[in-house]
Nanobody
Framework: VQLQASGGGLVQAGDSLRLSCAAS????????MGWFRQAPGKEREFVAS????????YYADSVKGRFTISRDNAKMTVFLQMNSLKSEDTAVYYC???????????????WGRGTQVTVSS
């Protein structure tokens, strides 16, 4: 599975962004998908993840109620809708895939290249 994230940018606090992660490979639907982020000088951290079917989602406490993860298996794409953005959301965002299981730690099978999200206050 190859992953390509897009949709990052520079926004103001309170704005919204939608990240997309397009996958290649025929096994997309057999992978749990997740979003992680890494701010300068910090470790990569879990943001949100979704099960193979999309029926189960998980969120970090810091984004719960503001971010929504979803997936379209037919289009082999996973999305992260980010609302009410804060300056502390500034980071490089990475999508990730884990065979069968839902990724909630950095122990994943595949990483995509990141997309920068910068939130100005």
């Amino acid at each position: 599975v190859q992953l390509q994230a897009s949709g990052g940018g520079l926004v103001q606090a309170g704005d919204s962004l939608r990240l997309s992660c397009a996958a290649s490979g025929r096994t997309f639907s057999r992978h749990g998908m997740g979003w992680f982020r890494q701010a300068p000088g910090k470790e990569r951290e879990f943001v949100a993840s979704i099960s193979m079917s999309g029926g189960s989602t998980y969120y970090a406490d810091s984004v719960k109620g503001r971010f929504t993860i979803s997936r379209d298996n037919a289009k082999m794409t996973v999305f992260l809708q980010m609302n009410s953005l804060k300056s502390e959301d500034t980071a490089v965002y990475y999508c990730a895939a884990r065979a069968i299981l839902v990724p909630t730690t950095t122990s994943v099978d595949y990483w995509g290249r990141g997309t920068q999200v910068t939130v100005s206050s």
